[in-house]
């Protein structure tokens, strides 16, 4: 069997981890705050924050975006769940968009059939590495006066008209899931180039609370924000790792096959010849190292995807027959 992802960790993020367990400070604070630092630097963006989750990440985003009860927010009917229930979550209602049957993300020509008076934000789902059109959808919401939340959970150094993913959309999502190209085995963070939303969502990460636990170290305190919202903050240990894998992340994106579904395995391991639908293509690694990549043909790989497409569009029916 080929595994979707194969962990890159090992003596160093373990070193990592173990000085911030004995440091004694195991929440938000400076370690977070150099990782922060770092996504932001290297996606081109003002700000970035980190939660403990992706899901979390575009929760809080469509809450800092203005989303709330009565609400729609436009999403493609093609991602993992989780996309559409942050919109939930916010208390709007997911309104489904098809996708391009190319690129697996949100088709921009069908977003303005999509938008009514109750609309006010998108959802587009920059999906397995491949950024969605964001300059075209970008152009559509700022004619209806529209958010753009960007769901990139598996798009960390995907590159869109010269510019990353995640220096253009209001709000961007990533995931660190233990699955994603850069991990810390759970969380996610938000970037974005807007001050006053980027400190709303520190806020809102930490119940609210008007200062960061970043600062508690040097003797301030935290005055509670009238305002009610669940911590969602990330552990310490987790970012410590990120950041020494952040310095990696060209590397890490360099050496990963992006092609949905494949692997590249050795040109001695004649397994994936005998799977049915799979077929073989001679590649040479940014190593230099031959090898052979498997990747699913067209045949069988289009009915994959209809099959899949038609679970979410009953899961999506009986979704939208609830709200």
């Known amino acids: 069997m080929i595994p979707i992802t194969r962990l890159s960790v090992g003596q160093e993020e373990a070193k990592a981890a173990a000085e911030t367990v004995m440091s004694g400070w195991l929440t938000v604070g400076k370690r977070c705050e150099s990782f922060e630092q770092a996504i932001a630097r290297y996606v081109g963006a003002e700000h970035a924050v980190t939660v403990n989750s992706c899901t979390t990440a575009l929760h809080l985003a469509l809450v800092a975006a203005g989303v709330k009860q009565g609400d729609e927010v436009i999403c493609p009917s093609f991602s993992f769940i989780a996309s559409a229930n942050a919109i939930l979550y916010a208390g709007a209602r997911p309104r489904f968009v098809d996708i ?13 059939a999509a938008i009514t008076e109750k609309t006010r934000a998108v959802v587009p789902v920059s999906q397995i590495g491949l950024g969605a059109d964001i300059p075209a959808i970008r152009e559509i919401a700022k004619r209806h006066n529209l958010k753009v939340v960007e769901d990139a959970a598996p798009s960390m150094g995907a590159v869109v008209a010269g510019k990353f993913i995640g220096s253009m959309s209001d709000f961007t999502c990533f995931s660190f899931d233990a699955r994603k190209i850069l991990t810390t085995g759970e969380g996610g963070v938000i970037t974005t180039n807007d001050t006053s939303a980027a400190t709303r969502l520190r806020q809102l990460r930490a119940h609210a609370a008007s200062t960061s636990t970043a600062d508690e ?18 552990t310490v240990y987790r970012a410590r790792c990120a950041r020494r894998e952040s310095r990696l992340l060209p590397r890490l994106l360099q050496s990963t096959t992006t092609a949905l579904v494949t692997r590249r395995i050795a040109a001695d391991q004649p397994r994936a010849r005998q799977q049915p639908g799979w077929e073989e293509q001679l590649v040479v690694g940014p190593d230099r190292a031959p090898g052979v990549r498997t990747v699913l043909t067209g045949v069988a790989y289009a009915a994959q995807l209809r099959r899949s497409a038609e679970t979410l569009r009953v899961r999506h029916g009986r979704l939208s027959r609830t709200l």
């Open 100 to 112: 391009d049957p190319r690129t697996y993300n949100i088709d921009p020509g069908l977003i303005e």
């Open 217 to 234: 170290p040097e003797g301030r305190t935290t005055h509670p924000h009238p305002a009610r919202r669940v911590g969602l903050c990330r």
